[in-house]
């Protein structure tokens, strides 16, 4: 399906029933317009359509067996989950269900692509069927004549164009809206691999919560939730209603405002539970995770790919670039986002108020979303407050913006959420809680702790007894409450309520949740039971999740995750850091904890690998023991380990966090790690400035090896502006300090990068003068790594003179020495750099094995930047030998990354595909 120029046509099986007795349907209309369609498409010789109408269940596995089709379309009836329709021998209704089309298929499953359900209440099936085969389309619900032609018509255009599955679903989607018609949210798409990953994270854990299935009642197996729970939920069902109606209306932005603990988040999440069927992709982005970024440009490269993108270079450079690209990927895809804890994004606290957003762009962002012609996505904000700019611009968008504030539970309400949370009163009881309800004017995180008080010992579910042990303490906020004026009153009350109740848990649980207050993010159930004695884990544990202060969430292989609801962290903290020496041991606790226990996700992203080392140095810099924290950025290299893995942006606040905390040798390391960050960032006077800072720093107190490296990556910032006398100026000055102080290794990569500067301003006679030095260095001092880089510098300088031989030698040379190192990246760059040649010398075959041997290597050490040049050289090959369609694949491979990195190989890569285009417009008929 993905490419039109094959060889193999794809058959597509048309299979149509209106049983006696049923709505007739324009199905030969249907069936025409697929036909008229591929007939006039540019790729109309790869498709093979096959129609059979009137269809019995029987004719679907003989039409399998006889046609062997690659994608089947159904149209006709459905009935939810009975089964879609067909006829029977009379002609009469015969209902098939979507497990026996599920099982037939499964059958084809090598062959078959593509399922396509045009037909009412066909996600039933869609689902059934996508356990086995790669895309299934079905509808969410009824769908009128009109709107089923227009979808099939835009779907088959797209695939007669050439377009892959996904792309040609969004277009059958866009003909319904372009006709007017207001069914475009109706057809969903499942996908076999998304399935398959539900189902591996379900089965991953042995925990309850996360091996149950999807149902209605239970959506977080399939969705992640963390705040709403089927068995707790009670009421706001006239809200819901509202809502929901809103957001079908296609309501842009829906924000839920708030005071903290009063549901926003759980609504947001069951309105995502009621919605989740229209085929949205749902994310959520969370500002109370404090280790989320609140500016712009960590916002939007943390969401960015939640939503499948690739954060480009351009990107970090530019918020604007990354406004922009975050707005296209909203506009053009179907998501639902929910953005939690927006108030940490604005000027101010939940005491003096919230104000203006610290990082204007946000506004902006908010702003353009509305204003766009078109927006597939939708966005969820929960917040305490919302910015007064915010408001007034989305007043000016009635249809697409919707802002609703969320007060407590009404008194029924109330009393059904005390007794989901296990308490059954008499009648007296049930007038004290009705009263206590009313104090709190139905804040359901309050109602819940205090139910959860009433049901633990001493009471054990009595209200009348918990009533009169602390009937005192409701007086006194019932008179308090009616004193006060302020609007904060209410939040006031609550959050001293819980403080109260956190302090009547037992010890050990109240101690494991303070402890556990000093993680900022949700975590395995192994961190906090690491905050207690092994004795005493377990029951603490338990007590904590049965009291609902122990919130869980499933992360994406299926390990359960706990975290503490803001408000509950904020008050367990507060009272964790009134004992100084306890709150310096438990950060310390947490930092060898993720140091020592913290597993990432299989195939996690690189940042993530690290995530233990950020976090922990992330609490040492907490308790302000920069020793430690600088053990972690500087010694064991996570800084440098984020700059090769291109994470410029998450670098700065690190480096920044330590500069000036310790001494003058470990503000030279961060001067230079920030101006490397700059410098890869495309910053150039930022770079510079930081560099010059690490220079001036090295001098003053006298660290010549400190100055050497300013100098030599001045060197390199200049060498990247192009100005390459400037950069071998500085290049010389640092060869004199790696001489003066008779650092023979660094003398020799200086020469070496001497030689690289003389390479680009074409002197390769200059350029191998220097390389032959660097050899001479490394072979004296027995610097292997050295001798190879030397190798290769000569390999390529002589490449550049046209003398292949000789550049195939020192390619082999330093082959043989990164082997015998073990140095994979070496290794990989010698086998790319000698396939190079080999392709200039049309040695296709050994070109080819060099350069698919070194992408191997490349991309398992995630090398990015060679791992592209590999790519292009793939494509240059494949181009050469006439093979354009994989030229294309592997010129379109490379320049995503190029474009990603920002690397000068970009302009390689748009030559080739350029004259791929020119190929390919020849080969048009």
Request: net charge negative.
């Amino acid at each position: 399906m993905t490419n039109p120029k094959s060889l193999t046509p794809t058959t597509i099986l048309i299979l149509s029933a209106s049983p006696k007795g049923q709505y007739h349907l324009r199905l030969d209309e249907e069936r025409r317009d697929i036909e008229e369609g591929l007939e006039r498409s540019q790729h109309r010789k790869q498709f093979h359509l096959i129609k059979k109408d009137a269809v019995r269940p029987r004719d679907i596995q003989r039409a399998m067996l006889d046609i062997n089709p690659q994608i089947v379309h159904f149209c006709g009836h459905g009935g939810g989950d009975e089964g879609l329709i067909f006829e029977d021998e009379t002609g009469e209704m015969k209902f098939v269900d979507g497990e026996a089309l599920a099982g037939l298929f499964d059958l084809f499953a090598d062959q078959l692509k593509c399922v396509v359900l045009n037909a009412c209440y066909s996600e039933v099936q869609a689902n059934a069927i996508a356990q086995h085969i790669p895309y299934v389309i079905g509808m969410n619900q009824a769908v009128g004549d009109k709107a089923a032609i227009e979808f099939a018509v835009g779907f088959y255009d797209a695939l007669g164009a050439g377009r892959d599955i996904d792309f040609a679903f969004k277009l059958g989607c866009s003909a319904i809206r372009l006709a007017g018609i207001a069914e475009h949210l109706t057809p969903v798409i499942k996908k076999k691999a998304e399935l398959k990953a539900i189902v591996s994270a379900n089965t991953a854990t042995s925990t309850p919560e996360a091996t149950r299935t999807f149902t209605p009642e239970n959506p977080r197996a399939t969705l992640s939730l963390s705040a709403y729970n089927s068995e707790t939920w009670v009421g706001r069902d006239a809200l819901i209603t509202e809502l929901t109606q809103k957001l079908e209306e296609k309501c842009r932005i829906l924000a839920l405002t708030g005071i903290t603990g009063i549901g926003k988040t759980a609504l947001a999440e069951r309105l995502v539970v009621e919605i989740h069927r229209n085929g949205s992709q749902f994310h959520r982005l969370n500002f109370d995770d404090r280790g989320q970024g609140t500016d712009f440009m960590s916002g939007a490269l943390s969401l960015l790919p939640k939503l499948g993108e690739t954060v480009t270079l351009e990107d970090q450079k530019d918020p604007r670039n990354a406004l922009r690209h975050l707005l296209q990927t909203l506009r053009n895809n179907r998501f639902l986002v929910q953005i939690d804890s927006v108030e940490m994004l604005l000027q101010g606290d939940d005491e003096s108020g919230w104000n203006a957003f610290v990082d204007n762009l946000w506004v902006e962002f908010f702003q353009q979303l509305l204003a766009g012609e078109e927006c597939q996505s939708q966005i969820l904000l929960t917040t305490q407050a919302l910015s007064e700019k915010l408001e007034i611009e989305g007043s000016s968008y009635p249809n697409y913006w919707y802002r609703r504030d969320l007060g407590g539970l009404s008194e029924t309400e109330r009393l059904q959420l005390f007794e989901k949370n296990g308490l059954k009163p008499d009648e007296l009881g049930t007038e004290i809680l009705k009263q206590i309800g009313k104090l709190y004017e139905g804040h359901p995180l309050v109602i819940q702790v205090i139910a959860k008080d009433i049901l633990d010992k001493p009471f054990y579910g009595n209200v009348q007894q918990y009533w009169q042990r602390y009937q005192t303490e409701f007086d006194e906020d019932e008179r308090r409450k009616k004193k006060s004026t302020s609007s904060r009153k209410l939040q006031l009350l609550v959050k001293e309520r819980v403080e109260k109740s956190l302090k009547r848990l037992p010890p050990d649980a109240y101690q494991m949740l303070c402890r556990s207050s000093v993680y900022r993010r949700p975590v395995p159930e192994g961190f906090w039971l690491a905050m207690l004695a092994e004795d005493k884990q377990d029951t603490a544990l338990e007590l904590l999740k049965s009291h609902n202060l122990a919130e869980e969430e499933l992360r994406g292989d299926g390990v359960l995750l706990l975290r503490q609801h803001n408000l509950v962290r904020e008050v367990a903290r507060s009272l964790l850091r009134t004992d100084a020496a306890l709150w310096r041991e438990v950060e310390l606790t947490a930092a060898r904890v993720w140091l020592n226990e913290y597993e990432p996700e299989p195939d996690a992203p690189n940042l993530e690998k690290v995530r233990g080392s950020l976090e922990a140095f992330h609490h040492y810099c907490e308790v302000e023991d920069w020793e430690e924290a600088k053990q972690i950025l500087i010694d064991q290299g996570v800084g440098v380990q984020l700059l090769r893995w291109s994470y410029y942006r998450e670098m700065l606040p690190l480096y920044e966090r330590i500069l000036g905390k310790s001494d003058a040798v470990v503000d030279v390391a961060c001067e230079r790690g920030i101006g490397n960050a700059y410098l890869f960032l495309a910053k150039y006077p930022q770079a510079i400035e930081y560099h010059q800072q690490s220079l001036a720093t090295a001098r003053k107190i006298g660290d010549r090896l400190g100055e050497g490296k300013a100098l030599g990556n001045l060197g390199f910032a200049y060498d990247s502006l192009g100005n390459y006398p400037q950069a071998i100026e500085y290049y010389q000055q640092d060869l004199s300090i790696a001489r003066e102080i008779s650092d023979r290794r660094g003398e020799g990569q200086t020469l070496g990068n001497l030689g690289i500067a003389y390479r680009s301003l074409g002197n390769y006679p200059q350029a191998i003068e220097y390389h032959q030095q660097y050899l001479t260095i490394s072979r004296e001092i027995g610097y292997r790594q050295g001798e190879g880089q030397a190798l290769g510098g000569l390999g390529i300088a002589y490449d550049s003179l046209g003398n292949y031989p000789q550049a195939i030698e020192y390619h082999q040379q330093w082959l043989t020495i990164a082997r015998e190192l073990g140095d994979r990246q070496g290794e990989g760059i010698a086998l790319v750099n000698w396939g190079a040649t080999l392709l200039k010398l049309e040695q296709y075959p050994e070109a080819q094995q060099h350069l698919l041997t070194s992408l191997d290597i490349f991309k398992e050490l995630g090398c990015r930047d060679v791992e592209a040049e590999a790519l292009l050289r793939l494509g240059e090959l494949h181009h050469k030998t006439g093979k354009l369609d994989r030229s294309r694949e592997f010129c379109a491979q490379a320049l995503s990354l190029a474009s990603v990195l920002g690397i000068p190989l970009l302009k390689e890569c748009e030559q080739l595909q350029a004259m791929l285009a020119v190929n390919a417009a020849v080969d048009m008929p």
